[in-house]
């Protein structure tokens, strides 16, 4: 078999996403994405390019790994250019400083495309480490990138879109196929972002995003070809749960539930800070927070568990604990594991979140769920999870003066309707595998 031959039949994947910093469904979508890709390509070669490869080698069954752009091009972890924002508005200081590292994040990825065209025609690079580099080469000797789903290719995370167009724009010089799955897009912020990413979206073979009116509208509005972009899902909806009920248990018991309000049944609730919460904003939430338990014990009487999706989940669940009396309610402690998370929330009763994944692992597992909403950003993101479902009326903006009244309805709605909603669930669920089923064979005839 000459070499021609042996690149035709073992096929390279590089998978790019928001993955690699412990967060539960981020690490989800990973994990699906890479299992499905492993399925369908069998004798592929798929590498994870990540910001932490200790982490995400241990953690996904020792896949093959590599330094993420972020690293690689960035120097995340080494120099704050990667923490780059649209604006600072209330420090001149950061405003400026803000200012200079966009300048120089822009820089830096031209002299990059300049040196993706040396490795094209197979000349060395020039002024670029050997990170910079080893990552171009990794890109040329690619048949496919993969951009796992996630919420990361918004105005809203400003490195990270920028990371991923110019990524896309290597790609396209190299001549790599790339494929967009279950993405979050749009909120552009200003003209730029906008202007960058529809340059480079429009050089993505497909795009699939994870709600139906906001991300597609978005891209409606960049003006792409209506061909190459589509509905699909989170790709964390199909990801895998443990088979193992008493690693549920075990976990539940830890947290201090007893057997009989584990077999009774249980509420999970998720919630965090948003942004650089002050502590009057800290009051504010954790009074919300009680006025909602003190709602839901109007029509159960069923424990409460508290489910941290990352490690910065931890300090307001803590943090409430500590300052409120509340019967009934425990936290679990922080667990890396997604198909534990995806299995005890399968198990509740009802899921209530301000978080994204929350929702997923619910719809996923066919339980009921309410999206408590803080920011536009989740109103983006948790509405098109729901509306993909016609579950879009379950979402309470909790910063409207008559969240407590909508939450009271909602929660009785859903406790007298459960029976509906997993039915109506369940036929949705059919129509997406479907999408995703198709999705996944467009992309196989990219390579």
């Given amino acids: 078999m000459n070499i021609k031959e042996k690149k035709k ?3 390279k994947i590089l998978l790019l996403g928001g993955y690699g910093y412990g967060n539960v469904g981020d690490e989800a979508q990973l994990s699906a994405s890479y299992d499905e890709l492993s399925r369908r390509f069998p004798n592929s070669m798929i590498k ?60 830096r990825s031209y002299w990059i495309m300049i040196n993706t065209h040396f490795v094209k025609i197979n000349l060395p690079t020039f002024l670029l480490n050997s990170k910079r ?23 809203r995370t400003l490195s990270r879109l920028w990371d991923g167009m110019f990524f896309i724009s290597y790609a396209h010089i190299l001549n790599v196929p790339v494929a967009l799955s279950g993405q979050t897009i749009g ?9 960058i990413a529809k340059k480079n979206l429009s050089k993505a073979s ?13 891209l409606n509005d960049l003006g792409l070809d209506k061909e190459k972009y589509f509905t699909t899902c989170d790709d964390a909806l199909f ?29 999970t609730l998720n919630f965090h800070y948003w942004g650089l919460f002050t502590k009057d904003e800290k009051s504010i939430l954790f009074n919300k927070i009680s006025n909602l338990i003190d709602g839901i014990r109007k029509y159960s009487d069923k424990p409460i568990v508290l489910i941290p999706m990352s490690p910065s989940d931890d300090p307001p669940m803590d943090d409430f604990l500590q300052q409120f009396n509340v019967e ?12 534990i998370i995806r299995g005890i929330i399968g198990k509740s009763e ?25 920011s536009e950003y989740y109103k983006h993101k948790n509405g098109g999870a729901l509306g993909l479902f016609g579950l879009e009326k379950y979402s309470v903006m909790l910063e409207k003066d008559s969240y407590l009244d909508e939450f009271d309805e909602k929660f009785k709605e859903v406790n007298e309707n459960k029976v509906e909603i997993i039915h109506k669930i369940s036929c949705r669920l059919d129509d997406i595998k479907e999408k995703q089923n198709y999705f996944f064979d467009k992309v196989k005839s990219l390579i």
């Avoid at 580099?133 to 105005?155: C, I, P, Q, R, W």
């Avoid at 909120?187 to 202007?195: E, L």
């Avoid at 895998?240 to 509420?267: Q, R």
Wanted: one cysteine or more; aromatic letters at 12%.
């Fill in 328 to 339: 009934k309610v425990y936290k679990l402690k922080y667990d890396f594991d997604f198909q």
């Fill in 350 to 374: 009802v899921c209530l979140t301000m978080k994204h994944h929350p929702i997923i692992f619910a719809i996923g597992e066919k339980v009921p769920v309410i999206s408590l909403t803080q």
């Fill in 187 to 195: 909120s552009w912020g200003n003209n730029f972002n906008r202007h």
């Fill in 48 to 107: 994870v390019l990540t910001p932490n490869q200790s982490y995400t080698y241990t953690e996904h069954d020792k896949c093959l790994v590599a330094d993420a752009p972020r690293v690689a091009f960035y120097d995340e972890g080494n120099s704050p250019l990667y923490g780059i924002r649209n604006r600072y508005e209330n420090s001149p200081i950061k405003f400026l400083g803000n200012e200079v590292y966009k300048r120089v994040f822009i820089l």
């Fill in 239 to 267: 990801c895998k749960k443990t088979g193992n009920e008493e690693e549920i248990v075990n976990v539940l018991f830890e947290s201090k539930l007893s057997k009989e309000e584990i077999d009774k049944g249980y509420i």
């Fill in 133 to 155: 580099s080893a990552l171009l080469h990794e890109l040329k000797t690619a048949d496919l990138v993969f951009f796992v789903g996630g919420g990361y290719l918004t105005g």
């Fill in 206 to 218: 497909i795009i699939t995003c994870r709600d139906a009116d906001d991300s597609i509208d978005a």
């Fill in 9 to 11: 039949y073992r096929k």
